[in-house]
């Protein structure tokens, strides 16, 4: 049950938080930053549950937890830092980074919620 809500936290927040972010780029709700970390908090929270969770089950997998929690500490370490990270012309390759970070955040969180549902099926 603790996976089935961690999926739908990481679904609603990490859908969420890529919207608010693509709304950056346009340069519109600004003001909107703390909730977009926020956001991406709770995913990659969610994330993080659905890794341990799934590597702990019947035929999980420890390197997809190691994954995804590096992934997910990269996301929030790239998302804190990215103001001042390679600031000028090519900020966007942090940006676009982060954007990477985060669809991986969302998909390898359900891979691991996929493959609990493996593990714990029949």
């Known amino acids: 049950m ?26 519109r709700t600004l003001n909107l930053i703390s ?10 929270g969610a994330l993080w549950v659905i890794a341990i969770g799934q590597a702990l089950s019947k035929g999980g997998s420890w390197m997809l937890a190691a994954g995804a929690l590096i992934v997910g500490a990269a996301a929030i370490v790239v998302g804190m830092r990215q103001a001042t990270l390679m600031v000028g012309e090519f900020h966007w390759v942090i ?17 691991g919620a996929a493959r609990y549902r493996q593990g714990t099926a029949g």
């Open 95 to 111: 940006e676009l980074l982060h954007l990477v970070l985060g669809v991986l955040t969302i998909g390898i969180g359900h891979m």
């Open 2 to 27: 603790i996976i089935r809500i961690a999926s739908a936290v990481l679904t609603l927040a990490g859908l969420l938080a890529l919207i608010s972010g693509l709304f950056f780029w346009t340069g």
């Open 35 to 44: 909730l977009h970390m926020l956001l991406g908090f709770l995913a990659v």
